[in-house]
C-alpha cells in the first residue's frame, strides 16, 4: 500500500515558475552569448515540459528558434534493475548535437543520478561542446558531483521530504509544492 503525501507548503505558484524559467532562459542566453548554438533537451517526464518552455522564452527574447529535444533516461539508470514500473518513452534529437552547447533541463535536481544518466544519453548521440543543467528546484543531497548551471530555486529539504511538481500540461495545475510521506 502507496502511503499518502502531506502538504507541508507551496513553493512556487503559477507566476512564480513563469519568472523563474523566464530568469533560467535570460542566464541561458547571458552564458551562450546568444542562442545560435543552442539544443534545449528536456528529462522526460517533466523536464521536457520545461525544455520546451524555456526554448520558447529564449525564442521571445532573441528571436531564434532554438531546437528542443527529449531523452528518455530509463535505460540509463543506475536502479534500472530495482524499477519495476518504469514506463519506457522516447528519445528525441532535433539535430545532429557534434559542437553544440546542449541545456538539460530537468524538474528537480536531488542525488545527481538522472543527470548523469541523462548525459550518458546524449553523449552516445555525438560530441556536444558543453552540456549544460538548468533545474527549476535544485533541493541539494548530491550523491554525483553535478551541479546545475541555471537554477530557477533552490529549496534545501530533508531527507523525508520530496519536492512535488505539477504542471499544466502533465496534471491540470501548476505549482511546486514541499511534502512529506504521512506516517
Not at 58 to 64: A, F, H, W
Not at 69 to 95: C, H, N, Q, W
Not at 118 to 137: S, Y
Amino acid at each position: 500500500m502507496e502511503k499518502k503525501l502531506k502538504i507541508k507548503s507551496e513553493i512556487l505558484d503559477k507566476p512564480s515558475i513563469a519568472r523563474a524559467l523566464t530568469r533560467i532562459a535570460h542566464e541561458i542566453i547571458e552564458k551562450n552569448k546568444g542562442a545560435a548554438n543552442l539544443i534545449i533537451v528536456g528529462i522526460r517526464s517533466r523536464g521536457d515540459i520545461l525544455a520546451l518552455r524555456i526554448a520558447d522564452k529564449i525564442n521571445e527574447i532573441e528571436s531564434v528558434k532554438v531546437p528542443v529535444g527529449a531523452v528518455d533516461i530509463t535505460f540509463y539508470r543506475d536502479d534500472y534493475d530495482r524499477v519495476t514500473k518504469a514506463e519506457v518513452k522516447s528519445t528525441e534529437l532535433p539535430m545532429n548535437i557534434d559542437g553544440k552547447d546542449i541545456v538539460l533541463v530537468d524538474d528537480v535536481l536531488y542525488t545527481g543520478r538522472s543527470t548523469r544518466a541523462a548525459m550518458d544519453v546524449i553523449i552516445e548521440f555525438g560530441r556536444p561542446k558543453t552540456i549544460q543543467l538548468a533545474v527549476l528546484i535544485d533541493r541539494g543531497h548530491r550523491e554525483l558531483p553535478i551541479q546545475a548551471n541555471y537554477v530557477g530555486k533552490n529549496v534545501p529539504t530533508s531527507g523525508e521530504e520530496m519536492i512535488v511538481l505539477k504542471l499544466q500540461e502533465s496534471d491540470g495545475e501548476e505549482k511546486v509544492l514541499l511534502a512529506e510521506k504521512e506516517a
